[in-house]
């Protein structure tokens, strides 16, 4: 983590601001250390460059080899607490992008980064000279490939934050100073309200405990006259496609509560077995793609499907103006964004800009 991104944080349990403790460092990145909120002691480790704001998010090993440094902390804040960590969910996407690691894939949902990028632009109605320096969200990173990419595309500083372990392997890869992984909770995510100026979610928030709630606590952090962008799985589609779609919504319900090896086999013998049933029928498919979808069909705990007239209600009660529907809208889910432009409450007034 670059040392330029320590103040954006703070507490996700009461947004208190943090105090960084830095163990390691090379150059201006922080590879070690630890944040805390001097108030009520509570602390968030940060290892192999990557802040960590989960309950229990410090190790016994990070413990153990930081002894020294944490116990002069205590004797400095001596209501520090630090909670170790318990064994960690399995139902997070984490083995989806081990998946899209060890098969070394340099596209993700089939596209890449230039076109993922491109639709960005045309999603957010968005020009690439207006981003520069401004601060974007990426709620929900996954791999993080285009995460960076933003920053090296259009000069936006960026924050990738995501559930899964992912962001450990992105902040291996990482080369810019204006990006920064960590990991967290999108329903408690460790930022001030109205902090950034474009947010984006794509794909993410259905995959929550209750997609509304994340979806108030994620508005919550756009800025006054800045956007939010959201896709989402779409409730339309026919009757073959509804049909299909629940079939895989059962596999889901015994797929995510086996442990990670036998997802694995089961995302295996799945994706061996759709393969060979669509070359039977004359359409081959991408291996690689096909089991990236599969595990993104059958492994998380959460999966919801909305409409855009909900979403309106949503990011209307949240204080946006009115919501574009936009062109990324499929069998599969549909694109929103907004401006976050709060209405007058007279009748007949113009929306306030200022």
């Given at each position: 983590m670059h040392i330029k991104f320590k103040d954006y944080f703070y507490d996700p349990t009461n947004n208190n601001p943090l105090s960084l403790y830095i163990f390691e460092k090379?150059?201006?990145?922080v590879v070690s250390g630890m944040f805390v909120n001097k108030t009520t002691g509570m602390a968030y480790a940060l290892y192999e460059g990557v802040a960590i704001f989960?309950?229990?998010?410090?190790?016994?090993?990070?413990?153990?080899?930081?002894?020294?440094?944490i116990e002069s902390i205590q004797a400095e804040i001596p209501n520090l607490i630090i909670l170790i960590e318990k064994l960690r969910t399995t139902w997070s996407f984490s083995l989806e992008w081990e998946a899209h690691k060890e098969l070394n894939m340099?596209?993700?949902?089939?596209?890449?980064?230039?076109?993922?990028?491109?639709?960005?632009?045309?999603?957010?109605?968005?020009?690439?000279?207006?981003?520069?320096?401004?601060?974007?969200?990426?709620?929900?990173?996954?791999?993080?490939?285009?995460?960076?990419?933003?920053?090296?595309?259009?000069?936006?500083?960026?924050?990738?934050?995501?559930?899964?372990?992912s962001v450990f392997n992105a902040e291996k890869r990482r080369k810019?100073?204006?990006?920064?992984?960590?990991?967290?909770?999108?329903?408690?995510?460790?930022?001030?309200?109205e902090t950034f100026n474009i947010i984006v979610s794509n794909g993410v928030l259905h995959h929550t405990p209750d997609t509304e709630t994340t979806f108030r606590s994620v508005a919550?952090?756009?800025?006054?006259n800045g956007k939010f962008y959201l896709w989402l799985y779409s409730r339309k589609g026919t009757i073959y496609w509804r049909f299909k779609?629940?079939?895989?919504?059962?596999?889901?319900?015994?797929?995510?509560?086996?442990?990670?090896?036998?997802?694995?086999?089961?995302?295996?013998?799945?994706?061996?077995?759709?393969?060979?049933?669509y070359l039977l029928c004359g359409?081959?498919?991408d291996k690689n793609t096909l089991t990236i979808d599969i595990y993104d069909s059958v492994t998380p705990r959460w999966r919801y499907y909305h409409t855009p007239e909900e979403i309106s209600r949503w990011f209307y009660e949240a204080g946006f103006g009115p919501l574009s529907v936009t062109y990324w809208d499929t069998k599969y889910g549909f694109g929103s964004m907004a401006y976050k432009v709060p209405l007058l409450k007279t009748p007949g007034e113009h929306f306030i800009t200022d």
């Open positions: 090379l150059d201006q990145n989960l309950p229990n998010s410090f190790t016994v090993e990070f413990v153990q080899l930081f002894k020294e440094k340099s596209t993700t949902w089939g596209m890449s980064l230039q076109s993922r990028y491109e639709q960005f632009l045309y999603e957010t109605q968005s020009l690439n000279e207006n981003l520069n320096g401004q601060l974007m969200l990426d709620a929900g990173c996954g791999n993080g490939l285009l995460t960076e990419y933003f920053t090296d595309s259009s000069g936006l500083v960026v924050i990738g934050i995501d559930f899964s372990t810019s100073e204006n990006c920064c992984f960590i990991q967290g909770d999108l329903m408690s995510p460790p930022f001030k309200m919550n952090l756009v800025k006054r779609r629940r079939v895989f919504d059962f596999l889901r319900i015994i797929v995510c509560r086996l442990p990670s090896r036998g997802k694995k086999l089961a995302v295996n013998t799945i994706s061996f077995l759709l393969y060979y049933a359409k081959k498919l």
